[in-house]
Each structure stands twice: as structure tokens, then as C-alpha cells.
């Protein structure tokens, strides 16, 4: 009991993200279609930006845009900033990028599958074994 | 941060992930792939990071499903398991 007070419950968010990537991981490991390992492929990614993500989450906090009020003549805004009012942008800037990466692998490896099937006919890993087995050494 | 929304999006992410990758029809698993990103897209705008949150909703539920149905129509559909 003292376990999920401590370790389940206030950090609940980590261990989906934890459950997710697994979910990934098995997929990208166990499935037979390739179509399906890039699926899990995407969901493994997506589970670490989500961990990534949610480190620079604050209790209360806003989104990361300052408010401008600028005077004539004064160089900065009126109000001193605070920073515990804004949520911590670095993550988001650095998971950005790995989002964009994400999808150019995403989108190199489903083309890569299509040249796989146009070669061999079939999206099936097994059965893309057999054949090159079958074929005389190479 | 609402902890309340934040369960129920973790949660259907969870499920809608099963599902992406249990469902035979891969037309199917890709669309609901997409499903997945908007999720994550909306549970990113929850979370105060906006711009990821429209990054998401452009690049990975736009392009990334539609390149995966692109890939779908131009090889087989059916998937053994």
C-alpha cells in the first residue's frame, strides 16, 4: 500500500509513459508486418518525448509566451518576470526537434518498405526470410 | 495542468495505442495511429506546450498518416497478425 501511495500514484503520468514505450518496444520486436513495427516504432518515440515533455510541467503554470506591455521609451515590460508562472520551455524547444526527425525517419522507412514490397511482394517478415534464403548465394 | 483530463487522455492513449497495433487491417491501424497523435497532440496543449502540441497536430497527425496510408495503398492491405 505504502508503494502506490509513494511510487504509483504521484508519479502515474511517468508510468504510462513507461507502459507506452514498452508497448512500442514489443511491437517493434514481436510484430511480423513491417507496416506494424513502424507503428511501434512511432509509439516507443512519442513515449520518450512525452517523458521529456512533462519534466518541464509546473503546478500552476502557464503557457511560455511572455505578455508585452511596452511602454514607450522603456526597453523591457512593466512587470519583473516570474519565472514560476511559466511552464520550463527548454524541453519543448529540444523535443520539437525530435518530433520533426521523427517523422523524416517515419517517412524514410515507409519508403524503404515500399521497396521492400516491390522487390519481394509481401510486407511480411517471415515470409521475406524464406525468400532470401531461397535465393542461391548472394 | 487538469489531473482529471490528464487520466483520461493517458488512458486513451494507452488503449488507442493497443489498438493500433492489434487491428489486422492496416488502413485501419493507420488511421487509428492518427487518432493516437491527437491525442497526444491534445494532451501536449494540456500540458502548457503549445507549440509542440501544434507541431504534433501538423507533422504527426497530418503527414506521418498520410504517408502511412499512402504506403498502405501502394502494398497490401492485410496483415497476418
Known sequence: MEFFEQLIIP??????????MMIGMRAMIAKNNLVKKLIGMAIFQTA???????????????????????MPG????????????????????????????????????LAMSQKIYRAYGTLEEDDILSQIKLEPND | MIPAFDIILLVFLVVTSVIALRVRDLLA???????????????????????????????????????????????????KD
Open chain 2, 29 to 79: 491501424a493507420s488511421m487509428v495511429f492518427g487518432i493516437y497523435s491527437f491525442l497526444i497532440c491534445l494532451l501536449w496543449a494540456e500540458m502548457t506546450a503549445v507549440d509542440v502540441a501544434f507541431t504534433e497536430a501538423a507533422v504527426g497527425a497530418g503527414v506521418s498518416t498520410v504517408i502511412m496510408v499512402a504506403t498502405v495503398y501502394q502494398t497490401a492491405r492485410r496483415s
Open chain 1, 11 to 20: 508519479k502515474f503520468n511517468y508510468w504510462i509513459y513507461v507502459i507506452l
Open chain 1, 48 to 70: 520518450i518525448i512525452l517523458f521529456y515533455v512533462s519534466i518541464g510541467v509546473k503546478e500552476g503554470a502557464n503557457i511560455p509566451i511572455l505578455d508585452h506591455h511596452m
Open chain 1, 74 to 109: 522603456e526597453i523591457h515590460g512593466g512587470d519583473p518576470v516570474v519565472v514560476a508562472e511559466f511552464a520550463n520551455p527548454l524541453p519543448h524547444v529540444l523535443m520539437l526537434t525530435a518530433i520533426v526527425v521523427g517523422v523524416a525517419t517515419l517517412g524514410l522507412a
